[in-house]
């Protein structure tokens, strides 16, 4: 209910029956609703919608099941409705897509390994000469990066990149469903495994959440809970994708707490509690999963931590070394900006460069060979690598790093040891100089290769960084503390296991970093130093930089809202809703037409759309969303409509219609039938009064199913003439060919881009499948509509185009979120990040004055607005929600505009 304040409307018998189905009163008083009389409402439309749900379901799926499928998939929608059901559905949905990633995670890793071993095995055979060595190295490093480079770009460039910062934003409410589809799945698992295999310094983690998420949204397709019309789309992604991010990091990491609990720092503003319990379940599914495939397949010999470590656990360390551990998280904390700041300057340089920019553009592989032809060069072994253990992954180095033994001070003890000292020492024999050479080299190779255009992940390399930086720290502790502190000798693999958590955490500015170590390596032993580390370098990390997620999120200019407002750039209190508000609107009223419906879905992207009384009082009535207006048009141009018109068109010149053919007119009651239709007569009869009548353009002709084999010739003429048809079973309206095919080649093409606008706003199959029902199947008595006369059929559209909309046949939101003028923006900061509003109306005593979308909240934060320039140009149009055009245009008729 709407309140208009002070405002005294008359309105007259007419307009009150206009706006009373909306149940629209003008008056001052407000009624109350009792727990009982709104419980027994919400029954009464629950009902309501379970009803409607089945019949579309079953309408949709009665086309292309057979009776044993219609049967089962009847009971499952039933089943589907009840309370178990939906449980059942949440079981089922997070079960699937824990194993689902898991045998994915295996996959990847099971075919990077061989890429590795392969490279090895070359290594091997091209021992007889350096330089081919040298040359298969770097040509397996661009060869790899190429594929990677190319599949990406060619399947889906929308899988470039981490993954993370896309996830973050889409389970802030900004729903992007070209981040959701197959083909970018496909482009993520191939460019990823392209990538890792090449020996790149680059992790898996990111592009597994974003895998996990595609994973997450394709498997809901397929679950009727998670198809709710009147369920907030922003809201039902949220749900999805948010035990997708825990299930991703899982089934890397092996850590089903760490995360959940990274998912929930690196992604979410506010996280819904419920979606807690979801997230665990889904990544212990996986974790299990993940675990278990790699013992299924000979890979492992029992369930333990991925990368196992023996640390001390007795005397873990000295109480006297908690200083140390801190200085290990301010110097962490300074790593991680270093590491954020290389990135992100590379990628600015390289978009801001105008000239470097069209060039890398145009020759896209240039960019990546030269990043692969760089690091694998200094990576090569029997080169600058020896220096530096080049021959380790990233996996590799970290579980050499966590090794218990001081290398500065202890003899080996096993054979394996041997090895790794000799790694580690190098041709200088210094494990000082070599951990710190692999500490600063991969630290840029790290940073410069996650900018390249093919899948890559960040939060393995910091825990790689982290762990040498560490290592380093530590070795070099042993050497200057010989005797230990107090007593205690100094374990350097657990400054590493410290540098490791504390360096992740300063450049994902998260905590959870501690929990994916000890879960990673199964050593809890050092749990409070890690914990002051990463306080620590958190601290020091935030004060200066964004996190790394957030920076990719400021590079390309994805719609995210801003955590939190800064001071220094506006002040939250002082500025309105009024300062910022697009008023700029283009709305329906309750005397629009189809027309209009029409021009709105072809000219704006608004995702909703505002439903007033008139344009000049502005009265606020509710918003109409864009798929339930895209029905609706779509409804307009049906057999029905046109057969009633033509029916129209042929009372007007003969009185002979046929009562068949009024009954299932639509419009039409039964009283209305002699009056509108005086006399009934057959259809051959019919048939033979429109031939007679040869100056009339429209013919209506009846033909049987055992007729139609006959007339396939002549009705392939008539396609060539342009002579559209329409066929359709009289007895069922959901088995009718689209209206594309009624379609004169003088018309807007409507249902191509109603279907395509459609399939924007929404990633789930329900609506998009009731345009999809395009077979044109033969029943008996059926009626085929022709209409010979090109200006016939534009004088249809035109009729059609004409009518009042009815908006008794679509969904209209009568309690839209809605502000006033004076809302500051410090609480419509709080409302859109805590409610995962991509828009708000702005409403004065009940009149529309103004919309207020993400972009309008975002520059407002950063302190770009202009409060005298409330519009803003179309082409940045928020795909998070509704957006207003800058055009200052009325809404015109089709008459008017030419």
């Known amino acids: 209910m709407a309140d208009i304040g002070d405002t005294n409307v008359e309105v007259d018998d007419e307009y009150a029956k206009k706006i009373n189905f909306l149940e629209y009163e003008e008056t001052l008083l ?3 609703h009792s ?38 998939f009847d009971k499952w929608n039933r089943i589907s409705q009840t309370t178990l059901g939906r449980s059942l559905e949440d079981w089922m949905f997070l079960t699937i897509l824990g194993v689902a990633v898991a045998i994915f995670s295996f996959v990847i890793d ?32 661009v060869a790899f990066v190429c594929v990677a480079v190319g599949l990406t770009h060619i399947i889906a460039p929308t899988a470039i990149g981490s993954g993370i910062p896309e996830m973050k934003t889409m389970i802030r409410g900004v729903v992007m469903p070209e981040y959701l589809t197959i083909r970018t799945l496909i482009a993520k698992v191939v460019g990823l495994t392209a990538s890792l295999g090449s020996g790149l310094p680059v992790g898996k983690e990111g592009p597994f959440v974003h895998i996990a998420g595609i994973s997450a949204a394709i498997i809901a397709k397929f679950l009727p809970s998670f198809r709710s019309d ?15 991010c825990a299930v991703g990091v899982a089934c890397t990491f092996a850590a089903p707490v760490g995360g959940l609990l990274f998912s929930i720092e690196a992604t979410a503003t506010y996280f819904a509690v419920r979606n807690y319990w979801r997230g665990f379940y889904a990544a212990a599914i996986g974790t299990i999963a993940f675990r278990l495939l790699a013992i299924w397949f000979h890979e492992e010999e029992t369930l333990t931590a991925l990368e196992r470590t023996f640390l001390p656990q007795d005397v873990p360390f000295h109480p006297n070394e908690m200083l140390m551990f801190a200085l290990l998280g301010i110097l962490s904390g300074f790593g991680g900006i270093v590491f954020i700041t290389i990135h992100k300057r590379t990628v600015l340089f390289i978009r801001q460069q105008m000239k470097v920019k069209n060039f890398l553009q145009k020759n896209r592989f240039i960019y990546p060979s030269l990043v692969a032809l760089l690091v694998g060069g200094f990576l090569f072994p029997p080169g600058v690598g020896q220096f530096m253990a080049g ?60 900018t390249c255009p093919f899948p890559s992940g960040m939060i393995v390399p910091a825990f790689t960084l982290g762990a040498a930086f560490g290592r380093l720290y530590g070795e070099t502790l042993g050497i200057l503390f010989p005797n230990g502190i107090s007593g205690a000798q100094i374990v350097p693999g657990g400054y590493a296991l410290v540098g490791s958590a504390a360096f992740a955490g300063a450049v994902t500015h998260t905590y959870s970093t501690v929990v994916i170590v000890f879960e990673l390596t199964g050593q809890i032993g050092h749990v409070l130093p890690c914990v002051i580390a990463v306080v620590i370098s958190n601290l020091v990390s935030r004060s200066l930089t964004p996190s790394v997620y957030d920076a990719i999120i400021q590079i390309k200019h994805l719609p995210y809202l801003p955590p939190s407002i800064t001071s220094e750039t506006v002040n939250a209190h002082q500025v309105f809703a009024e300062d910022f508000m697009v008023s700029d609107l283009h709305c329906l009223t309750l005397e629009s037409k189809y027309f209009e419906v029409e021009q709105i879905l072809n000219n704006f992207s608004f995702k909703a759309v505002p439903l007033v ?33 033509m029916a129209k068109r042929l009372h007007h010149r003969s009185s002979k219609i046929p009562r068949a053919f009024s009954n299932s007119l639509p419009g039409i009651e039964a009283d209305d039938h002699e009056s509108l239709f005086p006399t009934s007569v057959s259809a051959k009869d019919l048939e033979t009064e429109a031939k007679s009548q040869e100056h009339l353009p429209t ?23 342009s002579k559209k048809k329409f066929l359709v079973k009289q007895s069922s309206i959901a088995e009718m060919p689209s209206y594309s095919s009624s379609l004169s080649d003088k018309s807007f093409k409507r249902s191509l881009s109603l279907k395509e606008s459609k399939q924007k706003s929404d990633i789930f199959p329900v609506s998009k499948k009731l345009f999809d029902v ?85 520059n407002a934060i950063q302190g770009e607005i202009n409060p005298k320039v409330p519009s803003r140009n179309s082409s940045n149009i928020d795909q998070a929600g509704m957006e207003m055009s800058h055009k200052n245009k009325a809404v015109r008729s089709p008459h008017e505009t030419a």
């Open 30 to 32: 407000y009624g109350r």
């Open 35 to 72: 727990r009982h009389g709104l419980g027994k409402f919400a029954l009464q439309e629950a009902s309501k919608f379970r009803q409607k749900q089945r019949c579309r379901a079953v309408h949709v799926k009665e086309t292309s099941l057979t009776k044993f499928q219609r049967i089962v």
């Open 613 to 645: 009384n008139n344009r000049e009082q502005m009265i606020f009535l509710g918003s109409v969303y864009r798929q339930d207006l895209s029905q609706l048009l779509e409804d307009q141009f049906t057999t029905d409509s046109k057969l009633f018109y």
């Open 230 to 244: 009147f369920e907030n789309q922003e809201v039902r992604m949220a749900n999805i994708l948010a035990p997708a």
């Open 699 to 721: 013919q209506v002709s009846f033909s049987s199913a055992s007729e139609v084999g006959k007339q396939d010739h002549e009705q392939k003429l008539k396609r060539q003439k």
């Open 774 to 858: 395009r077979e044109k199947v033969h029943f008996q008595d059926s009626v085929t509509v022709e209409l010979h006369d090109p200006d016939e059929e534009a004088e249809w559209e035109e009729y059609q185009l004409q009518q009042p909309v009815n908006y008794r046949d679509c969904r209209v939101d009568s309690a839209p979120f809605q502000i006033s003028p004076r809302t500051s923006l410090y609480r419509i900061h709080s409302l859109f990040s805590l409610l995962s509003l991509h828009h708000t109306f702005v409403t004065h005593h009940g009149q529309l004055v103004g919309v207020i979308s993400l972009t309008e909240v975002r």
């Open 391 to 450: 021959e380790l992954t990233n996996p590799e180095a970290l579980k050499e790093l966590f090794n218990n033994l001081t290398w500065s001070k202890q003899s080996p003890v096993t054979f394996e040891d041997v090895h790794l000292l000799e790694r580690w020492s190098g041709p200088i024999h210094s494990v000082i100089l070599t951990t710190g050479l692999f500490f600063i080299m991969r630290l840029w190779m790290s940073a410069i290769s996650t």
């Open 110 to 141: 099971l075919v990077i390994n061989r890429c590795h071993i392969g490279r090895s095995w070359m290594l091997e055979i091209l021992n007889f000469s350096v330089a081919l060595q040298f040359v298969g190295w770097v040509a397996f490093y």
